[in-house]
């Protein structure tokens, strides 16, 4: 939840997404993929501290490889809505969500950071002002504007809420590497195959919880795995501890394992801690609802 921490100062969290299905379609003309992806934020979050500052726009992060300053994508963000600021701002980025992992941290950052904004200054901007200012940010900065469960498409950037999913208990890992998102999509190559999305919003509209599992997937996983075994190797690992599925988020390296609950998700979480000094291991859950204004439900 949106705090302040001071006159002029605001505490925003920027959470964590998870892709519970990534259906990759023909490459468009302007060099995007078409994509149709059913999102899901988790309780794993950056802290953004943001606060007035006498003029233009600081950026800054306590995580050494992330860029600062006009390289950030929150920088950029709040550049869209400089005309509009009448002061300056300053954002100080407390990193949880590790990077190049294909959890969205970045775009999180950008878009809490024009929630932020907007709340911090006053400036009165609906939804539909900041899904616009987003979608010139980056494809997945839109969706953390809306949060919670919600289907995007075109090349990510055009976002619907769905109906909540249930709450699940979650394992997630990312090895000691990164990938870069560009990099998988000018690899994959469109095949034949079942979309896994109109699956999922069947059974998420039934409130299947089975059905919701069942329809899991993520269509980038193959050109992942080739590059990098290891992560076929942990969803193996996560099947292994108990996992009801498996799943690459985004175009990785990471990957969540759904758990039937807390206790379970929490022992596979300590034992993965221990076997895998070298990966980042989190606990954690979907988060139900995050509205426009950062606030978390549930």
Known sequence: MEKRTGAGALRVPAYAKINLTLDVGALRPDGYHQVTSVMQTIDLAD???????????????????VPAGEENLAHRALATLAPLIPGGIRVDI?????????????????????????????????E??????????????PFFIVGGTALAEGRGELVKRLPTLPVFWLVVVKPGFGVKTGDIYRLYRESAKVGRTSLLLRAL???????????????????????????????????ERGALKAVMAGSGPAVYGIFPGEAEARLAAGELKREMPGADVFLTRTCRCVDAVGKQEG
């Not at 802290?47 to 490889?65: F, K, Q, R």
């Not at 990193?95 to 400036?123: C, E, Q, T, V, W």
């Not at 329809?215 to 076929?232: F, I, K, M, Q, R």
């Open 47 to 65: 802290t953004l501290l943001i606060s007035v500052a006498p003029a233009g726009i600081e950026v800054s992060c306590d995580a050494p490889d």
């Open 94 to 126: 407390r990193k949880r969500i590790p990077r190049a992992a294909g959890l969205g941290g970045g775009s999180s950052d950008a878009a809490a950071a024009l929630k932020g904004a907007n709340s911090l200054y006053g400036l009165g901007l609906g």
């Open 128 to 141: 539909r002002e900041l899904l616009a200012a987003a979608a010139g940010v980056g494809s997945d900065v």
């Open 205 to 239: 509209e039934a409130g299947d919880r089975d059905g919701i599992i069942a329809a899991l997937g993520n269509d980038l996983e193959s050109v992942t795995c080739a590059l990098h075994p290891e992560v076929a190797a942990l969803k193996e690992r996560l099947l």
